[in-house]
């Protein structure tokens, strides 16, 4: 076979020479990397407010003038510890109601203020902003992130110990506005919204300025080059809040049209649903839901499999993504490696909410009722899910229950149990147990970090006997500077079975691997040009039990170049080798799809990409890999341009082709997708996506209005519209649509 050309081994001694290399080169680093922050606890001390200020973006209430400014900022990125190039201040206090952040962030040309995104909980990456990081209960394992850009979008997040997910949102406010030295800000962050114990009066606070022309970064207290509740400073002083009742009943109602084609059907949908959120303890929530909604999600982003295991698409459905983080379980999902990506990082999940309320084909089955608690009691971090999902098909109604408990131990590290009971998808009883322990240790000597996870799991499936277990672990090193690098190791034994999570291999062994160096640049020599330069090796091998290997990947990055502009170039090679043991198809399981015969294929390809900085009003990326694909050829080149001309428009086009030569046959494939959105106002936007591809041979359509300028209130209209090439013949044809109207309030006691 053409892959087979190449000796492999010594293929394998110039991976282990590669690695003994970077590793002796990283070893001086190590020893002398340099902590250029403040090891001292930074405090501030509150002060608490008679007149609430009002929120506007403009600092000339008088409340701001009796308040201290908080400004001591150094640079985390380029530089590590020297001051910034532009001035922060920022201010804080509070009421008996909110918690209040106001700041002014100075620029020099305020010309270059990025400032595009006008839609709320869109995230900032390529805007200016601002970051808060709250930790109300001083753990330094949890806490909150609000943030806000120029022109007062909202932005909220959740952290779990030093990662954090955006799939938390909560009521607040905030305000902007860009003047002729910079732009200032406003927040206001109700009690209400957050957890919080009263006895509690020092809470952990850090903050974060993103300028992105110059992808700077500074922030008041950091370390490794990071910061996260566990690299905080402190306010203390916070006394006499109030938290009300801590009761928040959210009436939903849709209504929807749906349409088939053929055959020709119509109906209408009226749906009312109900959410009530209740706060049990200061840090203990509950949750209730009835005839959940999901009408006005955002549809999944189109995909082109070129493997034999299938593809993993991420939740977006609102309910399920509130947090989320609770039931996070081993770190597996959480690998740094290259290679070890896609549906293969998160083999052997416990629990992935995808499984409910979704078919297998991806349709939505209902949900009649759900409850949730989560929080924090103590020492204690606690995620229960139980749903009654409706009946599907020859699939029974079925009771769900997701239970996930956590301890803190040592200073930063956890110790877990998971238990899920029911199966969505068949009429089988299944049960799944878990536990595992997470290590983590972020004040190593030279500011270095050490994070170590194992875990174990064991189904129980009507019909299947022994072979029923999962287990891990890994250890890593995620340094910002520096060396950096970890390995992991999983099983996932033949009867595995967790229903209520995701696999798409069983019966292998999955070993991964990587090291890396990053260097920063001084303002010498190629540092005029270039901020940093990344290299590293990723190395990926599954083998089935006692049944020899199933696939094994290898990649060498040795250049990854970012400018002072963040513009990115990019170059890597990698060696893929997949044994076959029965055919299968690509791209389609019919006769149209290529054919892989059983085989042993080794196959190599090289790839160069090209990123532009996001802060201009245009840009984008380009790559190209080529090389080698089983036992033919690929060409790959895949290209996205983004148009922001003002932040009321954004038009965005993505480009993905494969041109794959095989023995047996050729094949194109073509992904298309464009995204144009129109802001009206800030909360208030129309979004329009249009995706294509030509394996599934289906364009679609999902255009959104939605308003969620107040939060807490919230409207969506939304257009789903697909058309179908059932003849492959390019005459597309009506295949479906759907017309949504929905609404909902937030009544807060």
Do not use: C
């Not at 120029?150 to 952290?159: A, E, F, S, T, V």
């Not at 909560?170 to 732009?183: E, F, K, L, P, R």
Request: hydrophobic fraction near 35%; glycine fraction near 8%; proline fraction near 4%.
């Amino acid at each position: 076979m053409k892959g087979l050309k190449m000796t492999k081994v010594p293929r394998q001694r110039f991976f282990q020479q590669l690695t003994l290399v970077l590793l002796a080169l990283s070893q001086g680093a190590w020893s002398q990397s340099q902590n250029n922050n403040d090891d001292e606890t930074k405090y501030f001390s509150a002060i608490k407010l008679d007149v609430a200020p009002v929120i506007d973006g403009y600092l000339d209430d008088p409340v701001w003038q009796k308040v201290t400014a908080i400004d001591d900022f150094h640079q985390i990125n380029p530089g590590d510890g020297v001051p910034p190039t532009e001035k922060t201040e920022v201010y804080l206090t509070y009421d008996k109601d909110y918690l209040y952040f106001a700041g002014t962030l100075y620029e020099k040309d305020p010309s270059q203020i990025s400032a595009n995104v006008m839609q709320n909980g869109q995230g900032f990456p390529n805007d200016d902003r601002i970051t808060i990081v709250i930790d109300p209960f001083n753990t330094g394992k949890s806490g909150y992130r609000f943030e806000t850009n120029p022109l007062g979008g909202r932005n909220d997040g959740l952290y779990v110990g030093d990662r954090f997910s955006y799939d938390w949102q909560v009521i607040w406010q905030s305000a902007s506005q860009i003047t002729d030295y910079g732009w200032t800000f406003e927040m206001a962050i109700p009690f209400k919204s957050i957890p919080f114990d009263q006895n509690i009066d020092t809470w952990g606070v850090n903050f974060s300025r993103g300028i992105r022309r110059s992808d700077e970064e500074a922030v008041w207290v950091s370390r490794n080059r990071t910061f996260n509740p566990n690299i905080q400073g402190m306010v203390t002083g916070l006394e006499g809040m109030d938290q009300g009742i801590g009761l928040d009943i959210v009436p939903s109602v849709s209504i929807s049209q749906q349409r088939e084609y053929d055959p020709n059907s119509s109906h209408v949908n009226f749906e009312p649903s109900l959410d009530a959120y209740y706060r049990i303890t200061p840090s203990l929530n509950w949750s209730l839901t009835f005839n959940t909604d999901f009408s006005a999600t955002e549809v999944d982003d189109r995909q082109v499999d070129l493997t034999r295991f299938g593809l993993f698409f991420p939740e977006k459905r609102d309910f399920f993504l509130n947090d989320s983080d609770l039931f996070s379980f081993g770190n597996i999902q959480s690998s740094d490696n290259q290679v070890h990506r896609g549906s293969t990082q998160q083999n052997g999940r416990p629990f992935f909410s995808r499984r409910i309320g979704l078919g297998a084909d991806g349709s939505p089955v209902d949900i009649e009722v759900g409850t949730k608690l989560s929080g924090r009691a103590g020492p204690w971090s606690i995620g229960t899910l139980a749903v009654r999902q409706a009946e599907n098909g020859d699939i029974d109604a079925s009771d769900l229950l997701v239970t996930r408990i956590q301890h803190d131990v040592l200073s930063e590290s956890k110790v877990g149990f998971i238990f899920t009971s029911g199966d969505p998808r068949s009429n089988l009883d299944n049960t799944l147990y878990g536990m595992d322990f997470l290590y983590t240790n972020t004040r190593l000597a030279g500011d270095n970090t050490l994070d170590i996870n194992t875990w174990v799991q064991k189904t129980e499936t009507e019909g299947l006997s022994g072979d029923d277990m999962a287990y891990g672990v890994g250890f890593n090193v995620p340094n910002n500077e520096g060396l950096k690098g970890g390995i992991q190791f999983r099983e996932i034994q033949q009867n595995f079975r967790p229903a209520l999570g995701f696999v798409n291999r069983v019966n292998v062994r999955d070993y991964d691997a990587n090291i890396g160096y990053k260097h920063f640049f001084n303002s010498q020599g190629l540092g005029k040009w270039f901020q940093s330069l990344d290299a590293r090796i990723d190395a990926e091998s599954i083998h089935v039990i006692d049944g020899g290997l199933q696939s094994a990947t290898y990649r060498v990055q040795p250049i990854s170049l970012v400018t002072h502009s963040n513009d990115k170039l990019q170059f890597s090679v990698k060696q893929n080798r997949e044994v076959v043991d029965k055919p299968f198809r690509l791209f389609r399981d019919d006769d149209s799809g290529l054919l892989i015969k059983p085989g042993d294929y080794t196959f190599d390809e090289y790839t160069i990409s090209l990123d532009t900085g996001g802060y201009r009003s245009v840009y984008g990326s380009l790559s190209y890999t080529g090389g080698e694909f089983y036992d033919g050829d690929r060409v790959n080149i895949s290209s996205s341009m983004t148009w922001q001309p003002s932040p009321k428009f954004n038009m965005s086009l993505r480009y993905d082709w494969n041109d794959i030569t095989m023995p047996d046959g050729d094949f194109i494939t073509r992904l298309v997708v464009a995204d144009v959105t129109y802001n009206f106002a800030l909360g208030l936007s129309w979004k329009t996506l249009i995706q294509y591809d030509n394996v599934s041979e289906v364009t679609g359509l999902n255009s959104r209005l939605s308003w969620n300028e107040i939060a807490g209130r919230e409207a969506f209209l939304v257009l789903n519209h697909n058309w179908q090439d059932f003849d492959q013949d390019n005459h597309f044809e009506n295949a479906s649509s759907e017309l949504v109207l929905k609404l909902g309030y937030t009544f807060r006691f």
